[in-house]
């Protein structure tokens, strides 16, 4: 990629959103398109999600009636994608952007490069809610305090159990699918607990993962302190309350990753890191666009997939 | 241009690892004494701190055998790696006290001395601010106090004079002191940088030794002790230096050491996102209790910004004494947001506590010959220890010349400064500044938060102390440091590792053994 190159769209993010656009550009025969992809592959957090016998499927294909594990669907998607004329620019990173030029500065194998674009698509994801952004959860900085994405990095990656007797830190359906995969490699039961008085996944969804584990759940927990020396031992309450464990899971909470937005100037709520929409997907700034769990919230994969289809309509009416 | 993470000229200090079963290569394992010599040391230095550090960089100019030791995995790790980042002009210090003279020897070599060790300084500045009458009145004292200190360009500042510089200073705010000689740091390559330069200077380091005691030599003259370590080494020293920080009190009841009290002070901090810097342009300093120094906010050099310490004292040995609680944080953001309007919207991405060496017996306990012919204390350096690293090592390299005969000649062949190829540093980009010999997997982002590279993360595990651990990595390259605090990076990061090193993954450790990435005793299976 030549340096100071144009496009007609740049979508940030090649995960289920990012692609939902690029194939709805693609339909309707606009590009140039770039989908810049900071990962070595595109497919986003679904593709960590390995297919494998006795493992534990947690992704919902609604368009089929089906639960599967995430690197298929995300690999459907990624087809879909391949036969796009989509310019893909994988390992290359946006560091910076400049909302009114619609210029992205990204670093990739290469160097460091500049790209514009008529109009852009941000579609970078969400992450984990750290122990430091609950605020309800503070105490020791030891070894083995994971996010649900190391949990599949190791497990999923390299047959490695993060923790045989998991405490899950976190109610929504990413922690029970985290507990259901815990459990499923054989940890123990693990033990669940929350801020939350009942856990916020629906009882629907926590039927479904009851096929692999039933976690053991406290909630209504107001302050609590990981313990541990080098490595975690368990959480403890203020009020006394004790989950001896040998691994501590924060999982769920999705946080927007939306920093290059705050960095570079797009309206950004705070402390929540909330995109401020104009209207539909479109930012504070003409010309940009949102898909996808950068929204706010939490989707599933199929979700953002036809966001970003829908996306890439606004984007077409934008450029008309 | 020098090329990326090749550090020239030569090492000639060893490093080893006592690491018995660990994630580290035969050739930095640490298995018999025989490995560093069988010459006794001229002195060894008992903690790898920011002191320590600083006394090894400062001997290494000197024709001497010096031993670097440290029961952590990497150097600057325990008091040192967690404070406010920041260098201390002593203007509140006590007139007359040693601590007064040390800072304000260091508040001199600062500038001078980062060039040389290559690390980044922002001299900012510092405003005192007081937000109710009652501190108002205080300032005027403090300005004096500042006077005594010889920091003589400390001057107070009108309501609106404060405004003009702090656009968002709390609205309470009555009047301030303008502190111009505080300036932010890089307080984990402070002490990577010094010794560094001490082990290419032919300082030993080795690190992951616990000393558990002290065999005393016998005098007449200048005796023969042996340091012994947990398990069971015996090293032979002329001169031991018990720079070991919180450590300092077990190893000199080793020696028969004189009596002190030493204790945790834990501080908990509040890191902020890059987002929040634009609020502070200095640091920004509350007006002093009896009890403590109060909650500063102010940015750190990775562009970040800090608010804290608390000042919470616990009991010597506390395991506590580095967690965060609940009520400490929220105290922080409280104290915080009296100086800074808008500080509790800001988003936060991590939480520390530091323990720093209180002494019950003031600031900088320094004993020569204590217990045994040969052996100096020095504690209690609380929290000015990373300012006055430099000027204290000249102090401690004059008694022991002083008291305990311990004769200098330069070692013309010794570097005075990290050399330019002494690189990585988060601060130099392989792609920026037209750098030329940037390879592509600098190009290669693994931390998406600091934008870290694969090819950086490969230098540092190639740089002078082989850095073996991820907390060594963190504090190098700030992989791990930002926003998402690991989630995105964390494994990647294990696999570069582990690729690099040929260590097994399944071994890598937060901060040594005992801090797995996973649950020990798995063999990885690879698909």
């Not at chain 2, 002083?402 to 062949?413: M, N, T, W, Y």
Request: net charge neutral; aromatic share 6%; hydrophobic share 40%.
């Amino acid at each position: 990629m030549s340096c100071g190159q144009h496009f007609k769209v740049a979508i940030i993010g090649g995960g289920p959103a990012g692609i939902g656009v690029a194939v709805g550009l693609a339909k309707r025969g606009i590009g140039p398109v770039v989908l810049i992809e900071r990962r070595a592959e595109v497919g986003g957090t679904p593709m960590g999600y390995r297919k494998k016998p006795g493992g534990v499927p947690t992704f919902v294909e609604w368009t089929r009636g089906r639960v599967v594990f995430g690197e298929e669907l995300a690999g459907r998607m990624a087809k879909r994608l391949a036969k796009t004329d989509t310019t893909i620019r994988l390992s290359a990173q946006v560091t910076q952007i400049d909302p009114a030029e619609k210029r992205l500065t990204l670093l990739w194998p290469e160097g460091v490069c500049d790209v514009t674009a008529d109009a852009v698509v941000l579609a970078a994801g969400a992450r984990e809610q750290t122990p430091a952004e609950k605020g309800w959860l503070a105490g020791a900085r030891t070894a083995r305090v994971g996010f649900t994405r190391h949990i599949t990095g190791w497990l999923d990656g390299h047959g490695l159990l993060p923790a045989r007797k998991p405490v899950v830190v976190g109610s929504d359906l990413i922690a029970y699918s985290a507990a259901a995969k815990l459990r499923a490699a054989g940890s123990d039961k693990p033990v669940m607990i929350d801020r939350r008085r009942s856990p916020s996944a629906g009882l629907f969804e926590r039927l479904f993962f009851r096929r692999w584990t039933r976690p053991d759940w406290s909630g209504d927990v107001t302050a609590a302190g990981i313990k541990g020396d080098r490595s975690a031992a368990g959480v403890q309450s203020s009020d006394g309350q004790d989950w001896h464990g040998d691994g501590v899971m924060i999982c769920g909470e999705l946080v927007p990753n939306t920093e290059l937005a705050l960095l570079g100037g797009l309206a950004v709520e705070l402390p929540s890191r909330q995109l401020q929409l104009a209207r539909g997907q479109a930012l504070s700034e003409p010309g940009w666009f949102a898909a996808g769990n950068v929204l706010g919230g939490f989707h599933g994969a199929q979700w953002c997939y036809f966001n970003g289809r829908q996306a890439a309509r606004r984007v077409a009416n934008f450029l008309e | 241009m020098t090329q990326f993470g090749t550090w020239q000229p030569k090492i000639r200090g060893k490093l080893f690892y006592n690491w018995p079963q660990g994630a580290c290569e035969e050739a930095l394992r640490f298995t018999s004494a025989g490995q560093l010599g069988v010459e006794p040391y001229d002195v060894a230095i008992v903690g790898a701190g920011v002191v320590g550090c600083g006394l090894a960089y400062r001997l290494s100019q000197y024709d001497l055998r010096v031993l670097l030791i440290d029961r952590l995995h990497d150097v600057g790790e325990g008091t040192s790696k967690a404070n406010s980042a920041l260098i201390h002009s002593g203007y509140d210090a006590k007139p007359g006290s040693l601590e007064s003279k040390l800072l304000h020897e260091a508040e001199a070599d600062w500038p001078g001395l980062a060039a040389r060790l290559k690390i980044p300084l922002d001299p900012i500045g510092g405003i005192m601010m007081a937000v109710t009458d009652e501190q108002e009145r205080q300032l005027e004292a403090a300005e004096k106090n500042a006077h005594a200190n010889r920091a003589t360009d400390v001057r107070i500042l009108s309501a609106t004079e404060i405004r003009e510089r702090e656009p968002n200073a709390s609205p309470d705010v009555r009047g301030g002191l303008l502190v111009p000689g505080e300036s932010l740091v890089d307080p984990f390559m402070a002490s990577i940088a010094y010794a560094e330069i001490a082990l290419a200077n032919g300082v030993d380091i080795l690190l992951g030794a616990d000393i558990a005691g002290v065999e005393l030599g016998q005098p007449p003259g200048a005796p023969l002790h042996h340091l012994v370590t947990a398990d069971g080494h015996r090293l032979p020293v002329r001169r031991i230096v018990n720079a070991a920080g919180l450590g300092s009190r077990r190893l000199a009841d080793g020696y028969g050491g004189g009596a002190f009290d030493i204790n945790p002070r834990r501080g908990q901090f509040l890191l902020f996102d890059k987002s929040a810097r634009p609020l502070v342009q200095h640091i920004l300093l509350p007006v002093p209790t009896a009890h403590t120094k109060g909650v500063l906010v102010a940015p750190t050099i990775f562009g970040n910004l800090l608010a804290g310490p608390t000042a919470e004292d616990l009991p010597l040995e506390d395991p506590a004494a580095t967690h965060t609680t609940v009520e400490g944080i929220r105290r922080v953001v409280e104290g915080g947001s009296r100086l800074v309007d808008g500080l509790a919207r800001q988003p936060v991405i991590a939480t520390y506590a530091g323990a720093r060496c209180a002494c019950s017996q003031g600031s900088y306990v320094i004993r020569h010959n204590d217990g045994a012919p040969g052996i100096v204390t020095v504690t209690g350096a609380r929290s000015t220890g990373l300012t006055a690293s430099i000027s204290l090592a000249r102090h401690l390299i004059d008694g022991m010349q002083k008291e305990l005969g311990l004769e200098l000649s330069p070692d013309s062949a010794a570097l005075d400064c990290r050399p330019d190829s002494a690189w990585p540093g988060w601060w130099r980009r392989p792609f920026e500044n037209g750098a030329t010999d940037a390879r592509a997997d600098h190009g290669c982002a693994v931390c998406f938060c600091e934008v870290i590279s694969g090819g950086e993360i490969r230098d540092a595990l190639d740089s002078p102390l082989k850095p073996r651990t991820m907390d060594a990595l963190k504090r190098r390259t700030r992989v791990l440091s930002g926003r998402c605090q690991g989630f995105d990076c964390q494994v990647p990061l294990a696999e570069i590792v582990s690729g690099h090193t040929g260590i097994g993954i399944a071994q890598l450790t937060k901060n040594g053994p005992g801090s797995e990435l996973v649950v020990p005793g798995q063999a990885e299976v690879t698909a």
